[in-house]
């Protein structure tokens, strides 16, 4: 009997509508602040996303990795178990938010101006409102979908996920054993073009991350006396040499294919040694796509010396390392020999880069999505410069995408949003996400 996927009706669709604007608003309500060095709390948020799905019969699991540092999981069978599962996946934590520098209280979930105003309104709360919305519609109204999806929300991913998706998949692998890919957040998004032509950046690849610490050695002694080995300047003089260094342009794949619809759509020529008339077609968002031409290494942390005329004979720094699908390495090596002889490098955080094809059945489900909400829209692969929880589920063999789904108006500066002053989500672009998500899981 062939699979009959649940049509959203107008009911339905209002009903659906309703329930994700809620649950946005809800889950910014509480506060899950990641403070990075495993300082963070995703027991309350865990506990609300455990009650909204009991609330439709939907059995679900938190699993502590550590005190209040939580994952929710839960799984809805589908009705072919000859398919392999998907994996629809959030994180539950957020970065912290410092409330004298927005216009409203920052965890506050505020309905105003036609947004939805607070700290994970767009990383991700807004994606695991549409998660929930999704699967309790689905549950109140007796729908199985044809494919087994495994529902996650993972717990530290704005800390790297040790605590969160690399615990889960390392200590819990069961819990995707017979999935095959995933979907999660920062993917699926518009931008409209000088044209007036709308593209849905669909992320197929995202850059891996190597965060590293420098430490400077050297003669420690009174801060009146001439000193030639001072740790603090050879510090300094590493971290100037790495933060202005210019990496040379490594084209991948998945920007190449971005950049040449771009061209095509704005009638610019695609010549890779000058990108810049494509990329302003752009706009902000040109400055994640720049970022993603080359691996990058951004100094974020100092620290050195405990009184004002003691030099300290050891100093240490911080590295933000993003690296391009392929050119692992060459960050790695590069870093140690702009560090100097007196400055050793240390790997803090290192995870894979990834990087996948835009093309087969799940992809085309993704286009149909969007197309299905958005007949003028035009779905494209993106390279991503952060990073998500598929990297954990790819040392699985799972397949990630980024497929959160938003319809934005065009002077929107969505991407100044994650991590910034007055994150907020328009309720119509979010009313569109779950629609979309709705067509393509239920077609998935």
């Known amino acids: 009997m062939k699979h009959s996927p649940l049509e959203l009706t107008p009911a339905l669709r209002e009903e659906l509508e309703a329930d994700v604007v809620t649950l946005c608003s809800e889950l910014i309500q509480i506060p899950s602040v990641n403070f990075g060095e495993g300082k963070g709390d995703e027991e309350a948020v865990a506990n609300y996303v455990s009650k909204k799905l009991a609330e439709v019969g939907i059995t679900s699991k938190i699993y502590?990795?550590?005190?209040?540092?939580?994952?929710?999981v839960a799984r809805i069978e589908g009705s072919d178990k000859s398919l392999p599962g998907l994996v629809v996946h959030g994180h539950l934590d957020v970065v912290p938010a410092n409330a004298a520098d927005w216009s409203v209280d920052p965890f506050s979930g505020l309905i105003k101006d036609g947004c939805i105003w607070g700290r994970g309104a767009v990383d991700m709360k807004n994606m695991d409102a549409m998660i929930l919305g999704v699967f309790r519609l689905w549950a109140r109204h007796g729908y199985q979908p044809e494919r087994t999806m495994v529902v996650v929300f993972f717990g530290d991913e704005e800390a790297g996920g040790i605590?969160?998706?690399?615990?889960?998949a390392q200590k819990h692998p069961e819990i995707f054993a017979g999935c095959s890919e995933a979907v999660s957040e920062v993917g699926g998004f518009s931008l409209t073009l000088s044209t007036g032509k709308r593209i849905y950046a669909i992320e197929t690849a995202e850059k891996g991350i190597e965060w590293m610490k420098?430490?400077?050695?050297?003669?420690?002694?009174?801060?009146?006396?001439?000193?030639?080995?001072?740790?603090?300047?050879?510090?300094?003089?590493?971290?100037?040499?790495?933060?202005n260094y210019k990496w040379p342009q490594r084209m991948t794949k998945t920007n190449e294919a971005l950049l040449r619809a771009v061209a095509e759509l704005t009638g610019h020529k695609y010549d890779a040694s000058d990108l810049t008339p494509i990329l302003k077609e752009l706009g902000s968002i040109s400055r994640m796509l720049g970022a993603t031409l080359t691996n990058t290494a951004n100094p974020t942390m100092l620290e050195a010396g405990y009184k004002a005329n003691v030099i300290p004979q050891t100093a240490s720094a911080v590295v933000d390392g993003r690296t391009i699908p392929g050119f692992e390495k060459e960050l790695l090596e590069t870093v140690k020999e702009l560090a100097g002889e007196h400055v050793t490098v240390e790997s803090l955080v290192s995870d894979i880069p990834l990087e996948v094809d835009f093309e087969g059945p799940l992809v085309e489900k993704m286009i149909d999505a969007i197309k299905a909400e958005d007949p003028e829209g035009i779905p494209v692969p993106y390279l991503m410069s952060g990073g998500t929880d598929n990297k954990a589920l790819a040392k699985l063999g799972i397949k990630g995408y980024g497929f959160s789904p938003l319809k934005l108006p065009p002077e929107l500066d969505f991407l100044a949003l994650f991590h910034g002053v007055d994150e907020r989500v328009p309720i119509d672009s979010l009313k569109f996400g779950a629609r979309s998500l709705h067509h393509f899981l239920a077609h998935a």
């Open 64 to 72: 502590e990795s550590a005190p209040k540092r939580v994952s929710v």
């Open 163 to 168: 605590y969160g998706s690399r615990w889960m």
């Open 214 to 243: 420098l430490t400077a050695q050297g003669l420690a002694g009174h801060g009146s006396m001439i000193n030639k080995e001072n740790a603090v300047t050879r510090l300094a003089d590493a971290v100037s040499r790495i933060g």
